[in-house]
C-alpha cells in the first residue's frame, strides 16, 4: 500500500510529491541502497521532504528511498505522472533496469542542483547535471588593458627562492606547490567518486558514474579559473587541423598571462628563471615569454599552425593516423567541464604500481582512463584542484630547469614530471604518478 502526498515549492516552482509505504517490513529501504546524496543528508530528518533528488528533464531520473518512505522530485506534471507510475511500479527501490542505465543518462544531464554545506549555504554545481555560468567570459575578449584583474599577490607571501630551491629542482616544485594558494581543498570545494580501478589495457567501465560528483560554485568566478577556462573552447582538437586565431582570443591570452601573473606561483617562477639567468629582469618580459611558450602556435600531425603547449596540454586533441587516439589532455578544468557536457565519459582510475595505494576522494594525484567524444584515452595523470598558474608555473620550471624526467615531490605525491620538448617549444609535459 502506498500514501501521496503533493507539494509545491515556492521557490523552484517545482511540484514535490512524497511517496510512502505503509508496510513497516519493507527490506528494500535498508541503508546499503542509499545513494551517495542519501548519505550526505543523514544529518537530516529522515522521512521529510528534504530528502528529495533532483531528477532530469522527465522528471523520473532518481528517487530516494529512506526508511519505509520514497520521494520523488517532479519538473513538469508529465514528469508527475510518470514518476508516479514508476514508484509503485517497481516498489521504490530504483533498482529495476532502467535505473541501471541512469549513469550514461546522468552524465550529460544539464540541470542545475545546489548541494554541500548547508550549514554555510555552500552552493555546489553537481556533475550530475551543471550549468557553469560563462555570460562573464565574454569580457576577457577585449583589449587586456580594457579589462579589470585581481591585486597583486600581498607582500606578506614570500616568493623569493631559496640556494637549496636554486639548487634542487624538487625543493623548487614542492615550493610552488606551498605557494598554490588558489588550489582547492577536496571534500570541501569539490567532491569526486574515483570508482573502481583496471589495468591500462584492461577493457570496461570500472566506474558507474562520472568522476567529478560535484564542484563548488564560486569556483568560476575566481579570476585565474575563470579566465584559464574561457580559454578552453579556442581550439579545433582534430591533429593537424589549422588553428585560426582570432583577435579576441589573442586578447584572451593576453589577458589571462596577465592575470596569473600577479600571483604567487608565477612570481616565484620568474625569479627562479631570473636568478639562473634563463630569463631577464624585465617582468614586462617574462610575460611576452609566457605567452609566445603556451600559446604560440606550431605544426603536429603534418600540419602547420596546427597545435600548441596550452592546447596538447590542457585541451586535449585527437590523433586520427593509425587509429584515433587521445593526446594531451592532463588538465582536471578541461575534464570537469566536458564530463559535464557528456563529451567524457570516465572509466575508472589506473591502479596503482604498488598495493594498498588506492585512491580515494581525498586524492589529489589521479591516473585515469576515460574516452572523450568517444575516443579512448588509455590513461591520463591529472592534478585535481590545483589552480591554473600553478600548473603554468610548474610545467614552465620543468622546461627550462629539467630534464625529460623529473622527478620532484609536491607537497605529498612523489611525481615524475615528464617534459617532451619540441626545439624551444613545449610539445608535451604532465605529471606520473
Known amino acids: 500500500m502506498w500514501d501521496f502526498r503533493v507539494g509545491f515549492d515556492l521557490t523552484s516552482g517545482e511540484v514535490l510529491v512524497e511517496i510512502r509505504s505503509t508496510s513497516n517490513n519493507d527490506s528494500r529501504h535498508s541503508d546499503h541502497h542509499r545513494s551517495p546524496e542519501a548519505h550526505d543528508d543523514l544529518h537530516r530528518s529522515p522521512g521529510t521532504l528534504d530528502d528529495l533528488w533532483s531528477c532530469n528533464s522527465e522528471g523520473r531520473e532518481k528517487s530516494c528511498c529512506n526508511r ?60 550530475r547535471g551543471k550549468q557553469v555560468r560563462k555570460d562573464h567570459w565574454q569580457g576577457y575578449k577585449r583589449l587586456p588593458n580594457e579589462q579589470q584583474y585581481a591585486d597583486e599577490v600581498g607582500t606578506g607571501t614570500s616568493i623569493e627562492p631559496s640556494e637549496e630551491e636554486l ?39 570500472m566506474a558507474e558514474d562520472s568522476l567529478f560528483y560535484s564542484l563548488s560554485e564560486d569556483i568560476f568566478r575566481r579570476p585565474t579559473f575563470s579566465r584559464f577556462c ?49 630569463v631577464s629582469e624585465n617582468y614586462q618580459d617574462f610575460k611576452r615569454m609566457l605567452t609566445k611558450l603556451w600559446f604560440d602556435l606550431y605544426g603536429r600531425g603534418g600540419a602547420s599552425d ?86 603554468i608555473a610548474l610545467y614552465t620550471l620543468c622546461f627550462f630547469g629539467g630534464e625529460k624526467d623529473n622527478h620532484v615531490q609536491l607537497g605529498p605525491y612523489s611525481v615524475n614530471i615528464k617534459c617532451y620538448r619540441f626545439g624551444d617549444k613545449i610539445s608535451s609535459v604532465f605529471p606520473i604518478a
Not at 514508484?87 to 548541494?115: C, F, T
Not at 557528456?342 to 589529489?364: C, F, K, M, N, W
Request: hydrophobic share 30%; proline share 3%.
Open 68 to 127: 519505509g518512505a520514497c520521494f520523488t522530485r517532479l519538473l513538469n506534471m508529465d514528469g508527475l505522472t510518470k514518476g508516479l507510475n514508476d514508484v509503485v511500479i517497481s516498489g521504490g527501490d530504483g533498482r529495476d533496469g532502467e535505473y541501471e542505465k541512469r549513469d550514461e543518462r546522468s552524465r550529460s544531464s544539464r540541470a542545475q542542483v545546489v548541494s554541500g554545506d548547508h550549514d554555510n549555504e555552500h552552493r555546489c554545481l553537481s556533475q
Open 167 to 205: 639548487s634542487d629542482l624538487s625543493q623548487a616544485c614542492n615550493r610552488l606547490w606551498q605557494l598554490d594558494l588558489n588550489r582547492l581543498e577536496p571534500g570541501k570545494d569539490y567532491q569526486i567518486d574515483c570508482g573502481g580501478g583496471k589495468k591500462v589495457h584492461q577493457k570496461g567501465d
Open 230 to 278: 574561457a580559454l578552453l573552447d579556442n581550439y579545433n582538437p582534430n591533429v593537424g587541423c589549422k588553428e585560426v586565431v582570432t583577435t579576441e582570443e589573442i586578447q584572451e591570452q593576453t589577458a589571462f598571462i596577465e592575470e596569473i601573473s600577479r600571483t604567487a606561483p608565477i612570481k616565484y617562477l620568474y625569479r627562479y628563471l631570473s636568478l639562473k639567468g634563463i
Open 306 to 391: 596546427s597545435s600548441s603547449a596550452f592546447e596538447h596540454v590542457f585541451v586535449g586533441e585527437i590523433k586520427q593516423c593509425g587509429g584515433e587516439e587521445v593526446t594531451g589532455f592532463h588538465n582536471w578544468l578541461q575534464f570537469y567541464l566536458e564530463e559535464a557536457e557528456g563529451r567524457v565519459d570516465y572509466q575508472g582510475y589506473i591502479l596503482p604500481r604498488r598495493r594498498g595505494e588506492a585512491p580515494d576522494s581525498e586524492t589529489q594525484l589521479l591516473s585515469i582512463q576515460f574516452q572523450w567524444n568517444g575516443v579512448l584515452k588509455a590513461v591520463s595523470t591529472i592534478l585535481i584542484g590545483v589552480s591554473p598558474e600553478f600548473e
